[in-house]
C-alpha cells in the first residue's frame, strides 16, 4: 500500500503544472485526500484537501483560485493543476491519504 506523487519540476513564474498523486493497494475514491506543501524553513501545511463523501474541496487562501483538485477514479489517482505559479509556491509537494504519505515531489519556481 503507497501513495506516489509525481509532475513536479522547474518552472519559470506564471507557468503550470500538474501534480500526481497515484495509488497503489487501495482505492482512492473511498478517502479523503490531501495536498500538503513544505517550503525551504518552515513547516509542512496542507494547501488543497477532496473529500470522499461528495468530493467537497477545500484550499488554503495563499492558492485559492490558482490550484484545483480532482480525482480521476478510472487512474485511482488525485491531481492537483497549479496554474499561474509563483516564487512562494517552490516546495515539496506531498500527498495524504489516511496514514500514508508519498515521497514528496519538488516544485520549484524561478525564472
Known amino acids: 500500500v503507497q501513495v506516489v506523487e509525481s509532475g513536479g519540476g522547474l518552472v519559470q513564474p506564471g507557468e503550470s503544472l500538474r501534480l500526481s498523486c497515484a495509488a497503489f493497494?487501495?482505492?482512492?475514491?473511498?478517502?479523503?485526500v490531501g495536498w500538503f506543501r513544505q517550503a525551504p524553513g518552515k513547516e509542512r501545511e496542507e494547501i488543497s484537501c477532496?473529500?470522499?463523501?461528495?468530493?467537497?474541496?477545500y484550499y488554503a487562501e495563499s492558492v485559492r483560485g490558482r490550484f484545483t483538485i480532482y480525482r480521476d477514479n478510472a487512474k485511482n489517482t488525485v491531481y492537483l493543476q497549479i496554474n499561474t505559479l509563483k516564487p512562494e509556491d517552490t516546495a515539496v509537494y506531498y500527498c495524504?491519504?489516511?496514514?500514508?504519505w508519498g515521497q514528496g515531489t519538488q516544485v520549484t519556481v524561478s525564472s
Open positions: 477532496i473529500d470522499s463523501v461528495d468530493d467537497t474541496t
Open positions: 493497494g487501495f482505492t482512492l475514491d473511498y478517502y479523503r
Open positions: 495524504n491519504v489516511y496514514k500514508y
